[in-house]
């Protein structure tokens, strides 16, 4: 578990350097971060689609991953929307508390923990990514836009500009690809994977340079972020497999993946949105260190269940 954090670590930090040594890397994150939201992050989203499997795992896995995510998202609206802080702010905790990091930091970890069973446990992180970046793209940009917008802004306006999202594109042809039953060229799977490789190093190094080290008031609302995402969310879960039909490795590693730290993406669509985007790195580099106790954990209490 500690190896497959240390390397993300490190290279936040590196981000963090760069900012602080060179100037004008603030425009270079910008660009950045437009490159992985136009480019890297739909070959990610279309490679990992084009990779699932279509079973009743199919169904039962997301049904999970959004309970979770709905859930989070409800209490995260009770907790932060009338607290006495900037709009921008409130919708960067609620993306904080309710999308986890299922694949750059999930899919390491449940192959650490489940050796054995990589293809069992490889599916269930497939299955979560597809989930929570669907919904982050949608209802996560819809949140975006009404907290990060000084206009009032309409539904329809708010599903327009949601919908623009070119990963949300890549997920809509992946799904229609795969339910065509047409065998994908091997030259197109093998660009998406090469692109998506580069996008876990990317958003850290993005990250990383995000972070501003002046501490601030705001800061303290990592405290509620990391409880409602690495407390509540398992908690959830772990009511929902029963119901949902869901057991052995499969609930195990849904649970661990709804343990998660924040999920990256979420970085991406509060620059894009202008949210409060100093707050949520530092939110997001905080419950990512707590993870290291949190995860460990939440595997204990499984293994007592």
Same mark, same amino acid.
């Given at each position: 578990?500690?190896?497959?954090?240390?390397p993300?670590?490190?290279?936040?930090?590196?981000?963090? &350097?760069?900012? !602080?040594?060179?100037?004008?890397?603030?425009?270079?994150?910008?660009?950045?971060?437009? @490159? +992985? @939201?136009y480019?890297?992050?739909p070959?990610?989203?279309?490679?990992t +689609?084009?990779?699932?499997?279509i079973s009743?795992?199919?169904?039962?896995?997301?049904?999970?991953?959004?309970? /979770?995510t709905?859930?989070?998202?409800?209490?995260?609206?009770?907790?932060? !929307?009338f607290l006495p802080?900037p709009?921008?702010t409130? /919708?960067?905790? =609620? #993306?904080g508390?309710?999308?986890?990091n299922?694949?750059?930091?999930?899919?390491?970890?449940? &192959?650490?923990?489940?050796p054995?069973?990589?293809?069992q446990?490889s599916e269930? $992180?497939?299955?979560?990514? +597809?989930t929570?970046? $669907?919904?982050?793209?949608t209802l996560?940009?819809?949140?975006?836009?009404?907290y990060? *917008?000084?206009?009032?802004?309409?539904f329809?306006r708010?599903?327009?500009?949601? &919908?623009?999202l070119?990963?949300?594109?890549?997920?809509?042809?992946?799904?229609?690809?795969?339910?065509?039953?047409?065998?994908?060229?091997a030259?197109?799977?093998?660009?998406? $994977?090469?692109?998506?490789?580069?996008? *876990?190093?990317?958003? =850290? @190094?993005? #990250?990383? %340079?995000?972070?501003?080290? *002046?501490?601030?008031?705001? %800061?303290?609302?990592?405290?509620?972020?990391?409880?409602?995402?690495?407390?509540?969310?398992p908690?959830?879960?772990?009511?929902?497999?029963?119901?949902?039909?869901?057991?052995?490795v499969?609930?195990?590693?849904?649970? &661990?993946?709804?343990? %998660?730290?924040?999920?990256?993406?979420?970085f991406?669509?509060?620059?894009?949105?202008k949210?409060?985007?100093?707050?949520?790195?530092?939110?997001? %580099?905080?419950?990512t260190?707590l993870?290291?106790?949190?995860?460990?954990?939440?595997?204990?209490l499984l293994?007592?269940?």
């Amino acid at each position: 578990m500690i190896a497959a954090f240390l390397p993300l670590a490190a290279i936040a930090f590196l981000g963090a &350097l760069l900012r !602080h040594f060179i100037p004008g890397m603030e425009q270079a994150r910008q660009s950045m971060n437009k @490159l +992985v @939201l136009y480019v890297f992050l739909p070959a990610l989203v279309f490679r990992t +689609v084009m990779d699932g499997t279509i079973s009743r795992l199919f169904f039962e896995i997301p049904a999970l991953a959004a309970t /979770g995510t709905l859930a989070c998202l409800a209490v995260g609206f009770l907790v932060f !929307h009338f607290l006495p802080i900037p709009g921008p702010t409130k /919708g960067a905790m =609620m #993306l904080g508390a309710a999308f986890g990091n299922v694949t750059y930091l999930g899919l390491p970890v449940l &192959l650490g923990i489940f050796p054995g069973q990589a293809d069992q446990v490889s599916e269930v $992180s497939v299955l979560f990514e +597809v989930t929570k970046s $669907s919904l982050n793209l949608t209802l996560g940009a819809m949140i975006a836009i009404a907290y990060g *917008s000084q206009e009032p802004i309409t539904f329809r306006r708010t599903a327009y500009e949601a &919908l623009k999202l070119p990963p949300l594109w890549a997920l809509i042809v992946a799904i229609l690809w795969k339910l065509s039953g047409i065998p994908c060229p091997a030259l197109i799977m093998d660009t998406a $994977s090469i692109l998506a490789v580069a996008v *876990s190093g990317i958003m =850290m @190094l993005s #990250l990383g %340079m995000a972070l501003r080290f *002046s501490a601030t008031r705001l %800061m303290a609302l990592a405290i509620p972020v990391s409880a409602i995402k690495l407390a509540f969310a398992p908690c959830v879960v772990f009511l929902a497999v029963t119901p949902f039909g869901v057991s052995g490795v499969y609930s195990n590693a849904a649970i &661990l993946e709804a343990a %998660m730290p924040s999920q990256l993406l979420s970085f991406i669509i509060a620059g894009k949105f202008k949210l409060d985007e100093e707050t949520l790195a530092f939110v997001i %580099m905080v419950d990512t260190i707590l993870a290291f106790v949190t995860l460990p954990l939440v595997r204990t209490l499984l293994l007592a269940a």
